[in-house]
């Protein structure tokens, strides 16, 4: 089993920067593709980044390339997400979820493991 939780969101205005951090305790991390998901109200839970089990492979979303980045500590059981120039419409609660799967893969249908999420504002 594995159970993730997540940290780091909060208020920031437009233009600034917040890191997200996701902590696993059970499972060592390393075994997993993570991935970072996000969902407003409203909306389905949409795909952001994911990141390899190695940490050498990563995949955006075309709406966070060149602002997000997404890293892994395998020692530390924990994933990131740095994100930077920040937009109202990147307000949502993100999540971040593990997958088995050996590729990383947008889909929530590949991931098994969910957070609780934490909630990122981004005012104007």
């Known amino acids: 089993q594995v159970q993730l939780v997540e940290s780091g969101g909060g208020l920031v205005q437009a233009g600034g920067s917040l890191r997200l951090s996701c902590v696993s305790s059970?499972?060592?991390?390393?075994?997993?593709?993570m991935g970072w998901f996000r969902q407003a109200p409203g909306k389905e839970r949409e795909f952001v980044a994911g990141?390899?089990?190695?940490?050498?492979?990563?995949l955006y979303a075309d709406s966070v390339k060149g602002r997000f980045t997404i890293s892994r500590d395998n020692s530390k059981n924990t994933v990131y997400l740095e994100m930077n120039s920040l937009k109202p419409e990147d307000t949502a609660v993100y999540y971040c979820g593990a997958s088995t799967f050996m590729s990383v893969l947008a889909p929530t249908t590949f991931y098994t493991y969910w957070g609780q999420g934490t909630q990122v504002t981004v005012s104007s």
């Open positions: 990141i390899s089990r190695s940490g050498d492979g990563t």
């Open positions: 059970g499972r060592t991390l390393s075994t997993y593709v």
